[in-house]
């Protein structure tokens, strides 16, 4: 007997990264920023306002949206603020899909994507990634929604903003570009938000602006998309102390532009000693890096690795049993990684 819907007793939840007890481990396991964040949200909080926690907040975030809009030149209608970038996706799913209106991605990647997809009975059409007819297909295929992760997670892996120009004009349905990690990327996709009405690009405040802890994203899209969306979203969904802090960040984008430098510099001497190391890694976009492991099996690396208090993300999923996502943290968490690898022989 249960009072649940069959689709809900019959998935699995998502799996969030292991959030280990703490100030003596290395964390490199959920893609935070290893730097703190801009001193002006510390004086932010400093000078807030209790009057503010009394009252509800501000239904659309409209601070933030102002300060997003002129950082970004869009006008503050074409954001929508959400409880971190997950809150968006979970908002299009409602607002997309159910069983007669499906999603469609390339795989591997955020895993997030099928787990939202159940909760809606929604039909999956996972697409891989290094199919070289990737695009035909997505334009073809006629789902409700399409979604992009670029940078992809876990592999780091970048698709042009030309060629997801092409696309977004050949989709019949939203095209959902997850800029999660954009911080830390050559390029951004953006600038389609002009010529084409079925493009949401998903923004998070988790990684380049150190701020996973608050729980702030956003989205950037036409006002015809934003308005509607806005019906799906909680009336509420960011929180007063939320909106004064993503604000004050992302109004200092001097800071932000500082720690993503330190965090892109980190990511190439990572890669290179990994390699040097044996690892096999591409090039990655974001601020992790997906190492293939080749002498040892990538289940015990993990475990060696936690036994030492150094925690990097192993997925015992199709096509990644055999590499670890290690995010980029400082030049003495990383030395950490790297000699603990050593000591184990990797
Ligand atoms: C690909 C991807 N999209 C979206 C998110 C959501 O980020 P947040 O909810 O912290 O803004 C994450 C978080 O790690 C992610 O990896």
Redesign the pocket.
């Known amino acids: 007997m249960t009072y649940f819907r069959k689709n809900i007793t019959e998935m699995k939840g998502y799996t969030p990264?292991f959030q280990p007890a703490g100030s003596d481990v290395v964390k490199l396991n959920?893609?935070e920023n290893p730097y703190p964040t801009s001193p002006a949200v510390l004086e932010t909080l400093g000078s807030f306002d209790p009057e503010q926690l009394r009252r509800y907040p501000q239904p659309m975030g409209e601070k933030f949206r102002e300060t997003a809009a002129e950082v970004l030149e869009v006008r503050p209608e074409n954001i929508m603020c959400?409880?971190?970038?997950?809150?968006?996706?979970t908002i299009c799913f409602r607002a997309f899909c159910d069983s007669r209106h499906g999603v469609a991605y390339p795989g591997p990647?955020?895993s997030?994507y099928p787990v939202l997809a159940k909760l809606q009975n929604c039909a999956i059409t996972e697409f891989a990634f290094n199919d070289p007819d990737l695009f035909t297909k997505l334009a073809d295929n006629g789902a409700a929604l399409n979604i992009l992760?670029n940078p992809?997670?876990?592999t780091g892996a970048l698709i042009t903003a030309d060629q997801m120009s092409k696309l977004a004009g050949k989709l019949e349905g939203i095209l959902l570009i997850?800029e999660?990690?954009t911080d830390f990327a050559s390029e951004n996709c953006l600038p389609l938000i002009a010529d084409h009405d079925n493009v949401i690009i998903?923004?998070?405040?988790?990684?380049g602006y150190s701020l996973?802890g608050i729980?702030?994203?956003f989205c950037i899209a036409q006002p015809t998309i934003i308005n509607e969306l806005m019906k799906v979203k909680d009336s509420y969904n960011v929180d007063a102390v939320a909106i004064e802090v993503a604000s004050a960040a992302f109004a200092d984008q001097s800071h932000f532009a500082q720690n993503v430098k330190k965090v892109i510099d980190e990511r190439a001497r990572l890669t290179s000693e990994l390699r040097d190391m044996g690892l096999e890694i591409n090039d990655s976009q974001t601020n992790f890096v997906l190492a293939k492991c080749i002498d040892q099996n990538a289940g015990d690396i993990y475990e060696k690795l936690a036994a030492k208090n150094i925690f990097v993300r192993y997925f015992n999923l199709e096509g990644l049993t055999d590499k670890l996502r290690i995010t980029v943290g400082t030049p003495q968490q990383n030395d950490a990684l790297l000699s603990a690898l050593k000591e184990i022989g990797k």
Not at 82 to 89: I, V
Not at 202 to 207: E, F, Q, T, Y
């Open positions: 990264g959920t893609n959400t409880n971190g970038g997950d809150d968006l996706l990647t955020y997030l992760c992809n997670a876990p997850d999660a990690y998903l923004r998070s405040m988790s990684k996973a729980r702030f994203g």
